[in-house]
Structure formats: structure tokens, C-alpha cells
């Protein structure tokens, strides 16, 4: 039986996590489920450590390359990431390994099958050194969209888009002119590919810039409601794990 920490600040995503590795080994035992560094740091000084840890490399609080300066962590580890494949290589020694997003379950498995043969065998004393081979640079983010428009191709540039929204399978921005045209990008890819100083994602459906949020009510159980500029016809509900990462984001100087 494999016991395996997820670390992942996106709820939605720890549980498809979560559902891929029960469905590929139900015996696999997941000990918890925490979504920033702090919470990482005081479980896993308190706690016997895992088999396995799957980590999100990006948390709300920072990189959870952190953990490994505050806790001398004694599990296999599986970084999850959207950062790209050549810049991960040096994660290959020791032990380490990575999924890049979105999450595959045939390359998930052969992580799996991986880390069960080193089970026991965790060594991550050189993880310094591999840290300092990986440029992280500042990420260089969309500035721009194409996008189809009956018979020709418009350029709108990210800065007067509003928002971006999914429904029916189908990705969408709305410009602050309140002209809204189809994309193909997935509200996933967008996350990485936006910067995260103008635009938040707010629910599974909606993606919003800091410039479209009109007003925000209070609503129940800790949730909070956005008013969008332009309108838009759904109610857009922010759940309390968002809610105060929106405050947050909204609230800050960058």
C-alpha cells in the first residue's frame, strides 16, 4: 500500500489528482490534502512522513521548493508543474521526478510505477544544488490573442480583455467593450499563460481581470459574489477557499 500527500492549492485539482491515483491503484492511501506552505511545513513536522508527496510547485504562499529548507522531508516526491520539460531534467536524480500540467494519467502511472521501486530510497541532500541548475525566470506572460471572427482573424491584446469564461466545453474572452469572441485555450492553460498581477481565476468557469470587477457582495457559507463590468448573465459565486486568496490578490500593491 502507497501512502501519498497531495499538496495542491487548487481543490479542484488535488481531487482529479486524487481520483487518478485511486483509479490507478486502489489500495493507494491518501494521508491529507493541504493547499499552502505553512500548513505543508506544520504537517509534516508533526506527522509521520509518506511514501509519496505530489506537490504543486506554485502554491498561494510561494514554491514549495521551500519545504525542502524548513523540513528534512524523507518521502519520494512528484513535483506538479507547468513549467517546461527541459528546464526539469536535473529533478531526475535523487529520486525526483514531475508532471507537467495538465496531468496525464499514462505518464501519472509511470511516475508511480517509479516511485514504488525506489520506495525507501529517498535522498534528497542534493536538492540545493539541484534547485540552484533550475532557472525559474520571471515567466514571460500572453500579451496578445487571435482570434476568429466570422470570415477573418482579430488581434485583441490582454489588456482589453475583461474576462474569460467557459461554457458548454467552449473557452471565451470578453473584451472591455463588451465584444466576446470563442478561443481555443482552456481555462487551465490560460492560468499559466495570464499574467496573475491583472487576472484572477475565480471559479472554474470564470477567469477575471482586476479592471472588470465592479462590486463584490457578501453571500453565504463564506462565499462572495462578483459584479462584472462588462455584465455578464451568470451569478458569479467565489467559494470560501478563494475568497480570501481573491481578497488578497485584490488587496495588493504587487
Known sequence: MLSVLIIEDEIPNALRLKEMLIKLDNTIQITGQLHTIRASIQWLSENEHPDLICMDIRLTDGLSFELFNQVKIQSQVIFITAYDEYALRAFEVN?????????????????IRKVKNM????????????????????????????????????????????????????????????????IEQTLEELEHELNPQDFFRVSRQYIVSVRSIHKIYQSFNGKLKIELVPANEDSILVSRDKSASLKKWLNSSF
Open 95 to 111: 529520486g525526483i521526478d514531475y508532471l507537467l500540467k495538465p496531468l496525464e494519467a499514462a505518464k501519472l502511472e509511470n511516475s
Open 119 to 182: 520506495l525507501g530510497k529517498a535522498d534528497h541532500s542534493g536538492m540545493p544544488e539541484i534547485l540552484q541548475k533550475i532557472e525559474i525566470r520571471d515567466h514571460v506572460y500572453r500579451s496578445r490573442f487571435l482570434v476568429a471572427y466570422r470570415d477573418m482573424f482579430v488581434p485583441v491584446v490582454t489588456t482589453d480583455i475583461a474576462y474569460f469564461s467557459s461554457e458548454n466545453k467552449k473557452n471565451y474572452l470578453t473584451t472591455h467593450q463588451g465584444q466576446r469572441y470563442m
